[in-house]
Nanobody, 125 residues
Framework: QVQLVESGGELVQVGGSLRLSCVASGRISEYTLGWWRRAAGKEREFVAA????????NYADSVKGRFTISRDNAKNTVYLQMNSLKPEDTAVYYCAAGSPRRTVVPRRGTEYDYWGQGTQVTVSS
């Protein structure tokens, strides 16, 4: 069983940066790790994911070039560095783990088995 806890969300101004962290209680070195978000009144959407080796990353078009996902298996942690933040990035951000030892990086939520409780990111204009 894996438990995930996100942190790092806060209120930030347009153009600012934040780094989200997600720490796992169990061993996650063989899992694909991903970040998702849900804005108020909207469906959950894929943001970014990284494969178990850390060699393949997949990003939503809306964040490509601004967000970077990374992982540190020794610390059981996945990060999301968010730069050039926009008001439309405002959402609750969730990390997820799943699809062990896969060579592709899935973008569907059904491919992930474990989810955190989320951390709020608010971008103020």
């Amino acid at each position: 069983q894996v438990q995930l806890v996100e942190s790092g969300g806060e209120l930030v101004q347009v153009g600012g940066s934040l780094r989200l962290s997600c720490v796992a209680s169990g061993r996650i070195s063989e899992y694909t790790l991903g970040w998702w978000r849900r804005a108020a009144g909207k469906e959950r959407e894929f943001v970014a994911a990284i494969n178990w080796r850390g060699s393949i990353r997949n990003y939503a078009d809306s964040v490509k070039g601004r967000f970077t996902i990374s992982r540190d298996n020794a610390k059981n942690t996945v990060y999301l560095q968010m730069n050039s933040l926009k008001p439309e990035d405002t959402a609750v951000y969730y990390c997820a783990a799943g699809s062990p030892r896969r060579t592709v990086v899935p973008r569907r939520g059904t491919e992930y088995d474990y989810w955190g409780q989320g951390t709020q990111v608010t971008v103020s204009s």
